[in-house]
């Protein structure tokens, strides 16, 4: 991936309009233990990180000295993604928090953005 482009998936996760960030269309999370912290998380200025049907679960990531996550995903096809998340983007306090064992990337309905990232606490 060329330096070009990463830039341009960080720009795009920075301009998704928070009206686009709430959705849970698969309701695969609604019986969930973990629903509350789901629906708690919150970017830097207080909205909404993303709705429970964005979120991906993976341990496959890493985070840079500077703040920005690499963080891979297979998606439903079976291929490998890659996204880089920005430092704003990447909710360590939450980490600590975080009950589900697992980093929760959250991305766009068609995959072309990343909304947010929550790593694990061991992080």
């Known amino acids: 991936m060329t330096h070009l482009n990463r830039r341009a998936l960080v720009l795009s996760a920075l ?32 909205g909404s990180c993303c709705g429970l049907g964005d979120a991906h679960f993976t341990n496959d990531y890493e985070i840079g000295k500077h703040g920005v996550a690499q963080v891979r995903v297979v998606t439903p096809d ?24 697992q980093g929760v990337i959250f991305l766009s309905p068609g995959w072309e953005a990343a909304y947010c990232f929550v790593p694990t606490a061991q992080s």
């Open 78 to 101: 079976g291929k490998k993604r890659e996204f880089f998340v920005p430092p704003e983007r990447v909710l360590m306090r939450e980490a600590l928090n975080n009950p589900t064992g």
């Open 15 to 46: 301009l998704v309009p928070a009206s686009a960030l709430a959705r849970n269309d698969d309701g695969r999370f609604d019986a969930s233990p973990h629903r509350e912290w789901f629906e708690g998380l919150k970017v830097p200025g207080g």
